[in-house]
């Protein structure tokens, strides 16, 4: 007797073939939704992190970092906290008496500096992004943005942010946390420190570009260019013309994730800003760090008086859960 084997025919082979396809097909995506879940708890860490330094900083200077100081010498929050995220020893190379950013030059520890905590896993551009930002030196783009306060003033005060289209083609506010010349406390968060934005995530586009507030790296604070002058105690009600913009830090306007802002929204079409977006490539939002350290995802569906109201420290509405 003879016993013989018979092979695969073409069609078993390539019913086995379809078979398999079809397997990664089905598999692929959910390999997909299980990277990006692990970006996005890395990218709330992230901000976990920029929340415990921040408390850390109070505890020992009693009050947040000042938003952003002026021109050349104007270095905001992110370069304060730099001992509190592990970085003493470049924190240590930077001269305050120097300049950060004149004529786009750094100090030299500026352009070279990478903090992994400032970097969002789930953005797609990398720490540089010299194709869509003005970069010094391809400084280092930071995903996560100082919240100076939102417009129009949900409690119509005047005097705390300036007339529509006044600086930089936007409105700026002093009615958070993050502002420029001074430093907030705790007790200065009336409306409570669970109801409060101080930092949110800046990683995503609009119109097809990261524009954040990176200009010329994310290092320096406020801008003034030319015009009146934004100085501490101003009444911002009382300018009419500032030439100016923010670095590191926005003042709320937009909802957040929108993507595509054409037309009267040119308050938020370049990194040189006052109403730069907050958005992010997670799926249905982005992620905020509260006053008291809590990290929030907060949905592009919010109501936008909501997140107005979020972005304020004394505007006197207490939000409830968002």
Request: net charge neutral; aromatic share 8%.
């Amino acid at each position: 007797m003879q016993n013989s084997r018979r092979g695969f025919t073409l069609i078993e082979l390539l019913v086995v073939i379809a078979i398999i396809a079809v397997l990664i097909a089905l598999l692929l995506p959910a390999v997909q939704q299980a990277r990006e879940a692990a970006r996005r708890t890395q990218c709330k860490n992230h901000l976990k992190q920029i929340g415990l330094a921040l408390h850390n900083y109070h505890d020992v200077a009693n009050g947040f970092p000042i938003g952003g100081l002026r021109n050349d010498f104007g270095a905001n929050w992110r370069v304060r906290i730099l001992p509190y995220l592990d970085q003493g020893p470049a924190y240590n190379q930077i001269s305050f008496s120097a300049s950060f950013f004149a004529h786009r030059n750094l100090q030299p520890i500026l352009t070279t500096l990478r903090v992994p905590a400032y970097q969002c896993p789930s953005s797609r551009f990398g720490m540089t992004n010299s194709a869509d930002i003005s970069l010094a030196y391809d400084a280092q783009v930071i995903d996560y943005v100082g919240i100076t306060g939102a417009t129009p003033d949900p409690a119509n005060r005047a005097s705390v942010c300036t007339a529509d289209n006044i600086v930089s083609g936007g409105t700026y506010c002093n009615n958070g946390v993050m502002v420029i010349y001074r430093s907030i406390k705790i007790r200065d968060i009336t409306d409570g420190t669970s109801n409060t934005i101080v930092i949110a995530e800046q990683s995503g586009q609009v119109n097809g570009s990261e524009n954040s507030a990176n200009a010329l790296g994310g290092w320096h604070g406020w801008v003034h260019n030319s015009g009146e002058a934004i100085d501490p105690g101003t009444n911002l009600s009382t300018l009419t013309s500032v030439s100016g913009y923010l670095g590191g830090m926005t003042t709320f306007r937009h909802p957040v994730n929108s993507f595509w802002l054409t037309g009267a929204h040119g308050s938020a079409n370049s990194e040189y800003k006052v109403n730069t977006v907050l958005n992010s490539f997670h799926e249905g939002g982005t992620h905020v760090l509260l006053s008291d350290g809590a990290v929030r995802f907060v949905s592009e569906n919010l109501d936008l008086d909501t997140m107005r109201r979020l972005c304020v420290r004394d505007d006197g509405y207490v939000v409830g859960e968002f």
